[in-house]
């Protein structure tokens, strides 16, 4: 039931993916009136899987991608389903599907459309349409105030632009699509197969191949072992030869996996050089070297900036204090139990816009975006970790809600 003295807006949602589906939940449940713009034919956003990714520059250098999931077709959850879902919509074992503690991503994907249908979100949802554009609509007040020309375009009609106007937009955009990439002396003219593992689904066109990989996380560890069954040789390349017992044993069991240290540079007769003066002639090199925040569509005039992927200043990491709350963004936090805090973000953002909800003044907001780079700094934090929670902040999603209006 909403109270009769909230505030209805026009709210515009920027991507159907996890973030997108419970911030338009949460919004119309406040009663604001919401559009949906999904660039795919479905809900899911990264979890939707693409096989096909022919068309995608391989090392995702164009500023606006063809391909938006990064996922690989073994990839599971690493996180048990426990803790996946949403508070009121719990991720549930259903007789028929993949019933494993730590399933796979399809099985995501059809919680997500669960999701979808159970709350009847769909039907505000425009499939096939890409945002072009978002800029403030010309007016002397700030936040509250704004409101904010959207441009839009369907796939079905590409010569017709759509321009709405918004009293708020949403950004639920994610940030696993536009990969992040080293700088590698020589990398530009190394001439062999080079791709970053946004692109990467299956490991059959690596077979009887040398191959390097970058970067030993999770999915440089996880790719690596997929591309031993088929490869000649798999090099892991990585910053810090200080690895895990763990991946110390994996590595000790397949002679055709080698631990490396960082790449000095590439050469044009495909050799790879090691910070070490050791070297090796690849086939292949496999970038597993994370993602970058990009809003290419974004346009608030400088107000909101992307600094090594400091996206900011973003109040708790969600509000531009001279934007707020007419511009949010939902879903910029890595290293969180993702769902419940995109949940918390989504409430907070629907009552803020009805009423129900302040924000504190924009210069406290301000001092505490300070004091969070200030803490970052002093822990020798890279600016690029900005948005990192775990290990850092303890941060209780349901603190968002703490401010109530007087």
């Avoid at 996180?79 to 503690?101: A, H, N, Q, W, Y």
């Avoid at 055709?256 to 002639?281: C, K, M, T, Y």
Wanted: proline share 6%.
């Amino acid at each position: 039931m909403v109270s009769p003295l909230s505030l209805s807006k026009n709210v515009c949602v920027i991507g159907a993916g996890p973030s997108g589906l419970v911030a338009a939940r949460e919004l119309r449940k406040e009663g604001h009136n919401v559009v949906v713009l999904e660039q795919r034919w479905d809900v899911g956003g990264q979890w939707l899987y693409e096989p096909n990714v022919e068309g995608e520059d391989p090392l995702g250098k164009k500023k606006v991608l063809q391909v938006h999931s990064s996922i690989y077709s073994s990839l599971r959850l690493i996180s048990p389903r426990e803790i996946m879902g949403f508070t009121d919509f719990p991720f549930l074992v259903k007789k028929g599907r993949d019933t494993r503690r730590f399933p796979g991503h399809r099985e995501l994907w059809l919680y997500l459309k669960d999701f979808c249908e159970h709350f009847g979100l769909r039907e505000m949802i425009r499939f096939n349409t890409s945002v072009e554009c978002v800029r403030m609509v010309e007016h002397d007040g700030v936040g509250r105030d704004l409101r904010w020309m959207v441009k839009s375009k369907e796939k079905s009609k590409e010569e017709t632009v759509v321009e709405e106007v918004f009293d708020a937009v949403v950004v639920a955009t994610g940030h696993y699509s536009h990969p992040r990439l080293p700088a590698i002396k020589g990398m530009d003219t190394w001439k062999r197969k080079q791709l970053h593992s946004h692109i990467y689904r299956v490991p059959e066109p690596f077979r009887n191949e040398i191959v390097v990989v970058v970067g030993n996380s999770l999915s440089g560890q996880d790719i690596s072992m997929e591309l031993v069954e088929v490869a000649k040789e798999v090099h892991l390349s990585a910053k810090s030869l200080n690895i895990t017992e763990g991946l110390s044993k994996v590595i000790s069991k397949h002679d055709n996996l080698h631990l490396r240290p960082q790449i000095e540079a590439l050469q044009e007769d495909g050799r790879v050089l090691f910070v070490d003066g050791s070297w090796l002639i690849a086939d292949a090199i496999l970038h597993c070297t994370g993602y970058s925040y990009t809003f290419p569509f974004l346009d608030t005039k400088g107000r909101v900036a992307v600094d090594d992927d400091r996206v900011g200043p973003l109040y708790e990491h969600t509000f531009p204090p001279s934007l707020a709350p007419s511009l949010s963004f939902v879903g910029i936090p890595r290293k969180i139990i993702g769902f419940p805090f995109f949940e918390a973000q989504a409430k907070w953002i629907a009552q803020l816009l009805s009423g129900k909800r302040r924000l504190p003044p924009r210069d406290e907001m301000m001092r505490s975006i300070e004091e969070l780079y200030r803490s970052r700094d002093a822990a020798s934090i890279p600016k690029h970790y900005t948005h990192d929670i775990a290990d850092f902040e303890v941060l209780d999603p349901l603190d968002f809600l703490t401010v109530p209006l007087d």
